[in-house]
């Protein structure tokens, strides 16, 4: 499998940017992938050493607009944790 078509995205939340300061990087992962296909796909990547990997499924939501009723897509986040001193810049492009 391609390293890009396991990691999707980054997420750039509040809450995610606030984890950047203890070295932790969260990434929309695709919902075939395990942990140690996201550990290998960010050391092809970006090129550092992940030290952990935390996976979860954000389930979908049920939305409503006016009289229809729809559902937003479950999709699976990983939590990517790196040694001290390493780092990955995802703002570079912006």
Not at 3 to 18: F, G, L
Not at 71 to 93: H, M, N, P, Q, Y
């Amino acid at each position: 499998m391609n390293p890009n078509d396991i990691i999707i995205k980054p997420i750039i939340s509040e809450k995610s940017t606030a984890l950047m300061e203890n070295n932790k990087y969260v990434f929309k992962v695709s919902m075939g992938t395990n942990k140690i296909l996201v550990k290998n796909a960010v050391k092809e990547i970006f090129g550092v050493d992940p030290k952990s990997v935390n996976i979860l499924v954000a389930r979908g939501k049920d939305k409503r607009v006016r009289f229809r009723v729809g559902r937003r897509s479950a999709f699976k986040k990983a939590i990517v944790t790196l040694k001290e001193g390493d780092k990955i810049d995802i703002f570079v492009g912006q």
